[in-house]
């Protein structure tokens, strides 16, 4: 069962602040990882994509990535309350396209 | 910006009716997807479809699922015998690479 865990949260941060979001995955056949961001009743928006082990940088938001570790984050700096939302951490094998998805972190960025 | 469109935006039915899905995916995209979210839950896979014909589905895409690319920009999914446990939101979603992009869904609800 390929599963992908994430800490349902809230994770609560002042406006400002740097938020880290983690994601873990079970197997090792993984190739590509993606994160999204939902708001409520929203369809998944993407915001970063990550192929490589180390960092990847774009704008506000850092992603990282540890092969080794199994295991995915997002750093989102200078968090804004817009930045308030759930995010979705999907991972793809390198055998099939499908994206299976972690439940989501709720963030929460007070002002 | 290309995005992907879907209709309608809130489809209600009766129970053990039929109902179609449309999608119009980003026009140089040559994979598409759908993926379905019950409220409160994760976002899952269905079925992915490549070259006009399925190139994977998951065990929730039964005999009474069906997906169909009627012209050269729509999409379908076709669910032929509602039940209630087919009331959730459902995602269409096109990449060109790896990169997924998701159309804002249909909110089914099956009475």
């Known amino acids: 069962q390929k599963e992908v865990e994430q800490n349902s949260g809230p994770l609560s941060v002042p406006e400002g602040a740097i938020a880290s979001l983690n994601c873990t995955y079970s197997?090792?056949?993984?190739?590509?990882f993606f994160w999204y961001r939902q708001y409520s009743g929203k369809s998944p928006e993407l915001i970063m994509s990550?192929?490589?082990?180390g960092d990847k940088e774009d704008g506000r938001f850092t992603a990282q990535l540890n092969k080794a570790s199994q295991y995915v984050s997002l750093l989102i700096r200078d968090s804004q309350p817009s930045d308030s939302a759930t995010y979705l951490c999907?991972?793809?094998?390198?055998?099939?396209?499908?994206?299976?998805f972690g439940s989501g972190t709720r963030l929460l960025v007070r002002p | 910006e290309p995005e992907v469109t879907q209709t309608p935006s809130h489809q209600v039915t009766q129970m053990g009716q039929e109902v179609i899905l449309r999608c119009v995916p980003i026009?140089?995209?040559?994979?598409f997807y759908w993926y379905r979210q019950i409220l409160g839950q994760k976002v899952e896979f269905l079925v992915s479809?490549?070259?006009?014909?399925?190139?994977?589905k998951s065990e929730i895409f039964d005999d009474q699922f069906s997906v169909e690319r009627p012209d050269g920009s729509n999409f379908t999914l076709k669910i032929r015998s509602t039940k209630l446990e087919d009331s959730a939101m459902y995602f269409c979603?096109?990449?060109?690479?790896?990169?997924?992009?998701f159309g804002p869904g249909t909110r089914l609800t099956v009475t």
């Open positions: 979603a096109s990449t060109g690479s790896y990169e997924q992009y």
């Open positions: 197997d090792r056949g993984s190739q590509s």
């Open positions: 990550i192929y490589s082990n």
């Open positions: 999907a991972v793809q094998m390198d055998s099939s396209y499908k994206l299976i």
């Open positions: 026009s140089n995209h040559l994979y």
């Open positions: 479809f490549y070259n006009n014909e399925i190139s994977e």
